[in-house]
């Protein structure tokens, strides 16, 4: 299974990076063998580069294309010297790199709300070092649209100047959320949101997910992969969705609206706390352990300032991890409206729904909104629930802002 198998729906997309993987390697071989006028002619018109930025929708698979590139880049097959394209997903090269073991690719996800310019600092201190396995040394850094913009400052120089064979590759939703001086130093590659039937087929062979729930999950989802996965396989997150999708059923009234409301931030709230307990728990003892702290002994003094940056630093996780419940709940009120819509339309869409035990929207709830509603007012109602996630992008007090959205629903 070649690494590329994971890119569901980027056919062109593998295309390139699959043939900038073969020049790549190309380079790494005239180099071990010292021939300088073979390494520039590789680069001399290569497909490969320094600097990439993949681009897409969320579920389109951005941070997997980039890790696949980054196993290519460290492809050792011996197959290779047969002619046979790097890339293989089999070798120690493959494996590592795909498992987040290879000491030369470094993937970088926050947790947090922004990535600082100390993290920065120290992720371009990094990249300066020689690869340690003799090939390339790949940085993924799947949220580069959350650099502030010290951070991006930062980066630029080592983009614009990377280190010998050293690879960027940043992941953002749109060439928009990066600054114009790092994104006009990186080839861009745009991902399109995966078909569904090719999701579902992902999920069957990949996950032994049942075909019917597979479809069901898919389609719920867009073609959003990671949270079809988590849909077909994790019953909390069906739950969680079919109590998100009985809000429009429920807000005939004001106290209806208001306590639909309260409901949804407390149950984001409460997938804030499930990531959090134990992560939080296990760093904290960690660190103590680090600072020589005894098990029920007080800390070492002149440490109690390490402590106070941890747990800043969980405080801004857990906001990030409950904003982005908030998030994938209102992602699924505005497919239930969409549902909706089509349904006025008289273009009711060929969406499984298996019923309650997968917790997917209910084909009769669909029905039910619509025939008690106008199309304008769905689309009023659909442009009620884009405003709650700018208001929440500006920062606004969350419960203020469900809140506003679903009396919002309401008035239709």
């Known amino acids: 299974m070649a690494v590329w198998d994971d890119l569901v729906g980027q056919a062109r997309v593998a295309e390139q990076l699959a043939a900038a993987a073969r020049d790549a390697d190309a380079y790494v071989s005239a180099h071990a063998r010292g021939d300088a006028g073979a390494e520039a002619a590789v680069f001399a018109g290569s497909a490969m580069t320094h600097a990439w930025l993949f681009t897409g929708p969320p579920g389109s698979g951005r941070s997997t294309a980039a890790r696949a590139f980054a196993a290519a880049l460290q492809c050792v097959s011996p197959d290779r010297a047969l002619g046979g394209a790097p890339g293989c997903g089999f070798c120690e090269g493959c494996h590592t790199a795909l498992v987040g073991t290879h000491a030369d ?63 960027w590759l940043l992941c953002a939703p749109s060439t928009e959320d990066v600054l114009p001086t790092i994104r006009s130093r990186c080839r861009h590659l745009g991902l399109r949101t995966p078909p569904v039937d090719a999701v579902a087929d992902l999920l069957v062979r990949r996950d032994g997910i049942d075909p019917a729930r597979a479809a069901a999950c898919a389609h719920a989802t867009g073609g959003h992969i990671g949270r079809a996965r988590r849909l077909a396989t994790d019953e909390r997150a069906r739950a969680r969705r079919a109590a998100v999708l009985r809000l429009p059923l429920r807000a005939e009234t004001v106290g209806g609206c208001l306590g639909a409301a309260q409901e949804l931030i407390e149950a984001a709230e409460e997938d804030a706390k499930q990531v959090a307990e134990e992560l939080d728990a296990r760093e904290t003892e960690d660190l103590r352990a680090a600072l020589g702290a005894a098990e029920g ?84 109602r659909m442009e009620a629930i ?25 008035a239709g």
């Open 105 to 167: 690719v470094d993937v970088i996800r926050t947790e947090l709300l922004t990535i600082g310019v100390k993290e920065t600092r120290e992720l371009v201190r990094r990249a300066q070092l020689a690869p340690a396995g003799g090939r390339w040394q790949a940085i993924v850094l799947e949220d580069a649209d959350r650099l502030t913009e010290g951070a991006g400052n930062v980066l630029l120089k080592a983009v614009e100047e990377p280190a010998p064979r050293t690879v």
């Open 386 to 410: 884009l405003a709650c996630r700018e208001a929440l992008d500006r920062n606004v007090a969350p419960l203020l802002a469900v809140e506003s959205m679903a009396l919002a629903l309401r």
């Open 297 to 380: 002994k007080r800390l070492p003094r002149g440490t109690a300032g390490v402590m106070k940056e941890l747990e800043d630093k969980q405080k801004r996780r857990a906001t990030r991890t409950q904003r982005d419940a908030i998030d994938l709940a209102l992602t699924d009120l505005a497919a239930f409206y969409r549902d909706v819509l089509a349904h006025q339309l008289g273009a009711a869409p060929a969406r499984p729904h298996p019923g309650p035990d997968a917790g997917l929207t209910a084909a009769e709830g669909v029905a039910q909104v619509a025939a008690a509603s106008r199309p304008e007012q769905t689309l009023r």
